[in-house]
Each structure stands twice: as structure tokens, then as C-alpha cells.
């Protein structure tokens, strides 16, 4: 579905853009893509809206997955990546789940500023951004996803998330199509 509206307090959401992982040989050039996450942050944060930075910092337990342990990561893996120009206002998340949302308290930080929406970016789409756009959408929100500016590793997960998924979960767009819409409400 194409993005009709976003809601006056709407939140960005960016998934994973961190040193440890943007190295990584993704499908789409990541220089694009962070360079779409940067405009997103930036046109936010001028109109007032809360941005959510969020890093990896492990995995959930599981039988299929063992999770690596935070001093076996690199020097600066985590660090999210200079050109997202974090400011002090921005909400950072460390998660180590698929998803923001699922251990970490990013729904009632988003609830306790009235976000009753939120655009989604980042990687990997059908992974980290993937899930995190479900459990915003189980959690109430308005879920709207910014498909330019987001990329996988795997061209048939990140495919797979755009035309199956994404359509079920909210309404998607280019970051074009949200920087307008932004500017058009003049929040």
C-alpha cells in the first residue's frame, strides 16, 4: 500500500546500521542506503519527531542459534555509524533479538512520547527490519516502510519482505515519498 499519511507523531526507526555489520555484502549498495537512513534522521529530527537508532549486540537463545557473547564481538562492532549523526535527543536501542521491540523497552518509550507510528529502515530487511516492523504492528502502531532504504545480504529474503510481507504490515514507499509527505504537513 503507498503512503497516504503519516501520523503527527510519527517516530523513525533504524535498524542495524552499525561498524560490525554495513561491511557486510549486501544486494543493494549500503552507501545508498544509509545515505536514505541519514536523510530520514536528519528531515526527522528538523520537524520534531523522535529517531530511534538501534544496534545488535547479540541474539536470542535459541535451539538454532547460539549467541555469540559480546566480548567475542570486534573493537567498535556495535558502534552505530558515524554518518547517522547521532544526537544526544535520539532514542539509541540495544537489542539482541530480531526485533527493537521484542526485549528491550522501545514500546513504552515510543508510547510515553504519543508515537502512534512508525517508519522502519535498515538491515537486513527480512531480518532485523522485518521483524521489527511486525512487532511494531503487533503492538498497535502504524507501520510505514521505507523499501529504498533498506537492504539484505539474501536478494530473495529482501524480496520476499517487500512484495509478501511489508503490504500486510503497513503502507510503503520510497524515503522520497516520506520526505514529502513530512514536508507537506509542515510538523
Same mark, same amino acid.
Given at each position: 500500500?503507498?503512503?497516504?499519511?503519516?501520523?503527527?507523531?510519527?517516530?523513525?526507526?533504524?535498524?542495524?546500521?552499525?561498524?560490525?555489520?554495513?561491511?557486510?555484502?549486501?544486494?543493494?549498495?549500503?552507501?545508498?542506503?544509509?545515505?536514505?537512513?541519514? #536523510?530520514?534522521?536528519?528531515?526527522? =529530527?528538523?520537524?520534531? $519527531?523522535? *529517531?530511534?537508532? %538501534?544496534? +545488535?549486540? &547479540?541474539? !536470542?537463545? /535459541?535451539?538454532?542459534?547460539?549467541?555469540?557473547?559480546?566480548?567475542?564481538?570486534?573493537?567498535?562492532?556495535?558502534?552505530?555509524?558515524?554518518?547517522?549523526?547521532?544526537?544526544?535527543?535520539?532514542?539509541?536501542?540495544?537489542?539482541?533479538?530480531?526485533?527493537?521491540?521484542? #526485549?528491550?523497552?522501545?514500546?513504552? =518509550?515510543?508510547?510515553? $512520547?504519543? *508515537?502512534?507510528? %512508525?517508519? +522502519?529502515? &535498515?538491515? !537486513?530487511? /527480512?531480518?532485523?527490519?522485518?521483524?521489527?516492523?511486525?512487532?511494531?504492528?503487533?503492538?498497535?502502531?502504524?507501520?510505514?516502510?521505507?523499501?529504498?532504504?533498506?537492504?539484505?545480504?539474501?536478494?530473495?529474503?529482501?524480496?520476499?519482505?517487500?512484495?509478501?510481507?511489508?503490504?500486510?504490515?503497513?503502507?510503503?514507499?520510497?524515503?522520497?515519498?516520506?520526505?514529502?509527505?513530512?514536508?507537506?504537513? &509542515?510538523?
Amino acid at each position: 500500500m503507498a503512503i497516504t499519511t503519516l501520523d503527527p507523531k510519527t517516530a523513525l526507526i533504524v535498524v542495524d546500521l552499525q561498524k560490525g555489520i554495513v561491511g557486510s555484502p549486501f544486494t543493494h549498495a549500503i552507501g545508498e542506503v544509509v545515505e536514505r537512513a541519514r #536523510s530520514l534522521a536528519a528531515t526527522f =529530527r528538523r520537524h520534531g $519527531l523522535p *529517531v530511534v537508532l %538501534v544496534n +545488535v549486540a &547479540g541474539a !536470542a537463545p /535459541g535451539r538454532t542459534e547460539r549467541p555469540p557473547r559480546i566480548d567475542m564481538f570486534p573493537e567498535g562492532w556495535t558502534d552505530l555509524i558515524p554518518e547517522l549523526d547521532q544526537q544526544p535527543g535520539d532514542i539509541v536501542v540495544t537489542k539482541r533479538t530480531w526485533g527493537a521491540f521484542a #526485549s528491550t523497552d522501545l514500546e513504552a =518509550r515510543m508510547k510515553a $512520547l504519543d *508515537v502512534t507510528q %512508525v517508519v +522502519v529502515t &535498515g538491515v !537486513a530487511t /527480512g531480518t532485523g527490519v522485518e521483524a521489527t516492523a511486525r512487532q511494531a504492528y503487533e503492538q498497535g502502531f502504524n507501520v510505514t516502510l521505507a523499501i529504498d532504504a533498506m537492504t539484505d545480504m539474501r536478494p530473495a529474503a529482501h524480496d520476499y519482505s517487500i512484495v509478501n510481507v511489508f503490504p500486510r504490515l503497513g503502507e510503503t514507499g520510497t524515503t522520497r515519498d516520506i520526505l514529502d509527505r513530512l514536508d507537506q504537513r &509542515g510538523a
